[in-house]
């Protein structure tokens, strides 16, 4: 059944313009989202939010959408460690702009549907109608620990999803306080004044590729946000969810760059993705050969001290196949009498980095003596050089660490 508010007339935004195809930029609150340690990757302070949302709007881009995260993935490049709330991030960017759509992002069960409604309508307001709601069930285990939430089962989180939009649905439409009785939610004498700009609701997405997320979808929002697995069946699959919902939206993200040529494009996918200092350094001592061998032993020798019942398989390297491709398998650590404790055994990528610093540290100097001390000592201001003072300070700190046992 369709709320009064759901079959209110189309709002007048970029997202419902003539043009079908339709452009947006995704995860700009958020820091890093290609995982990188170049100097210039994206850090998402406001100035840089703000000033590439009005380019946006500028250039007749449609849409912003955020991602909602609370913890970054730490290690060197702690990709989004850095974030901004969505729903006050929306509403400070709808006043910086004059018609690009900007969506928040909801991890339902993290929010209130009551909070929800009254912020989204807060943000409809301050961009006269431009205000979308992108509703996610939520996926990820440390993030709702954090919140001392329970992530329930997968398909289960989409039936407390849909008790949670109707809520909020009812809040926007109706004129008296209701009641709500569910498996998830029993609210009483709810309400919310004002009610969202003009006289229909924000544009409702949500993102899931299960049978269960996009049965939901076909129900609830306007647009789904899906992951596309195979293009050759997307047509198919498309019109297969169009089939219960009409008009549905069909979003998916990828990543775009733009050089003045072709070849600077590439170049700088070069250096942004697979730049390497390790290779780097190598190459400009014109020591290709030895970085070779390095890559291919090196990390294998060390697995092999720490426990030689390790499988350390070397799929490939950069210098062979463009990636470095490592599988670590077979610890059998509690054969051993370790006891492994999770929240202990994970590690992050600057700690690998420093072991890495470390290892080429003394190896050198044991061969070299003296003269291995100034190579490491080159190896590290190249390393600060190109990739920043601090970064360079990440390996410092794992100078005096004792990577002889578990930590």
Not at 227 to 246: F, Q, Y
Request: hydrophobic share 40%.
């Amino acid at each position: 059944m369709m709320s009064a508010v759901d079959s209110a007339s189309p709002r007048h935004t970029r997202m419902r313009n003539r043009n079908r195809f339709k452009l947006g930029l995704f995860g700009m609150n958020c820091s890093g989202s290609v995982p990188t340690t170049a100097p210039e990757r994206w850090r998402a302070g406001w100035p840089e939010n703000r000033e590439a949302a009005q380019l946006a709007d500028a250039a007749g881009i449609e849409f912003l959408l955020p991602i909602a995260r609370w913890l970054g993935y730490g290690g060197l490049t702690d990709r989004q460690g850095t974030s901004f709330e969505t729903l006050g991030w929306a509403s400070a960017l709808l006043a910086a702009t004059q018609d690009i759509v900007v969506f928040a992002t909801v991890h339902v069960p993290l929010v209130n549907p009551v909070f929800a409604a009254k912020s989204a309508v807060t943000a409809d307001h301050v961009g006269r109608g431009r205000f979308g709601l992108n509703v996610v069930s939520g996926w990820n285990v440390d993030e709702f620990q954090m919140f001392g939430a329970q992530l329930l089962d997968h398909d289960q989180r989409y039936a407390y999803t849909e008790e949670w939009v109707s809520i909020v649905k009812r809040i926007w439409s109706e004129t008296e306080p209701f009641d709500f009785s569910g498996k998830h939610f029993q609210v009483r004498h709810v309400g919310g004044k004002p009610k969202p700009w003009g006289d229909s609701r924000p544009l409702l997405m949500s993102a899931g590729s299960s049978p269960a997320g996009r049965a939901f979808a076909s129900r609830h929002v306007d647009c789904l946000f899906m992951v596309i697995n195979d293009d050759a069946k997307l047509a198919e699959e498309i019109a297969s969810m169009r089939s219960g919902r009409p008009g549905l939206g069909v979003f998916a993200s990828g990543h775009l760059m733009c050089r003045a040529t072709v070849k600077e494009t590439k170049e700088y996918y070069h250096y942004l993705v697979h730049a390497c200092p390790w290779r780097d350094q190598y190459q400009d001592m014109d020591l290709i050969d030895g970085a070779r061998l390095y890559c291919r032993h090196i990390d294998l020798a060390i697995a092999r001290g720490f426990n030689p019942s390790l499988v350390f398989e070397v799929r490939s390297t950069l210098h062979e196949a463009g990636r470095c491709d490592f599988v670590l398998r077979d610890a059998r650590l509690e054969e051993k009498g370790f006891t492994v404790d999770p929240a202990r055994s994970r590690m992050p990528f600057d700690y690998h980095c420093g072991h890495v610093f470390r290892t080429f540290a003394d190896l050198v100097a044991s061969i070299h003596g003296e003269t291995g001390q100034a190579i490491r000592a080159r190896v590290r201001a190249a390393f600060a050089a190109q990739y920043g003072e601090p970064l360079a300070a990440v390996l410092d700190r794992y100078r005096d660490t004792d990577f002889n046992v578990l930590p």
